[in-house]
């Protein structure tokens, strides 16, 4: 993510003002919704993620989504269940989840504000970068199970290899 050097240190108490900065230092693409809404498009490697950010003044608390560009088929979620219980043992912030209407993957993390009188820009781009890494971590495990007709804790393992030195 590029890094925050240079930009406002607004200390404002919608957090979507900081997320709007974030996002075109970024260049990436995002629409304003209203005051509470804001979605995005982040690319990755291996495919494109929609963010999706809602500001709750009421509660002070900023709901975030990451979709991943990839729609699941039900004759195949069941498996991708169990992968998305056994992915989540290993996240310490968010979770993984599927929209159950849509068929859609999502990473979902919540960050409650109550007291501060903003969020950093700092933690905000964190929420949105720890998103996007593991959503990218995960990603191969996901198609393993999906496309690949491996068993989930199988998928995962492989998905989580570490490779050292070069080819």
């Not at 003044?57 to 056994?86: T, W």
């Amino acid at each position: 993510m590029t890094a925050m050097i240079g930009l406002e240190r607004d200390q404002s108490t919608n957090p979507l003002d900081i997320i709007e900065q974030i996002l075109g230092a970024n260049e990436w693409a995002f629409e304003r919704r209203s005051d509470g809404e804001m979605a995005a498009e982040a690319p990755g490697k291996w495919c494109d993620y929609g963010l999706y950010f809602s500001w709750s003044h009421e509660i002070s608390a900023m709901n975030f989504s990451c979709a991943f560009d990839m729609k699941v088929p039900a004759g195949r979620r069941e498996k991708l269940y169990e992968l998305l219980s056994l992915a989540n043992e290993k996240l310490w912030i968010g979770h993984f989840g599927l929209d159950s209407d849509e068929g859609v993957l999502v990473f979902r993390h919540s960050v409650l504000l109550r007291g501060a009188p903003s969020a950093s820009a700092e933690s905000l781009e964190d929420m949105v970068d720890i998103a996007i890494t593991e959503c990218e971590r995960f990603f191969p495990a996901f198609q393993f199970v999906l496309w690949g007709g491996k068993a989930p804790a199988e998928a995962l393992q492989a998905a989580m290899l570490e490779c050292e030195g070069e080819a």
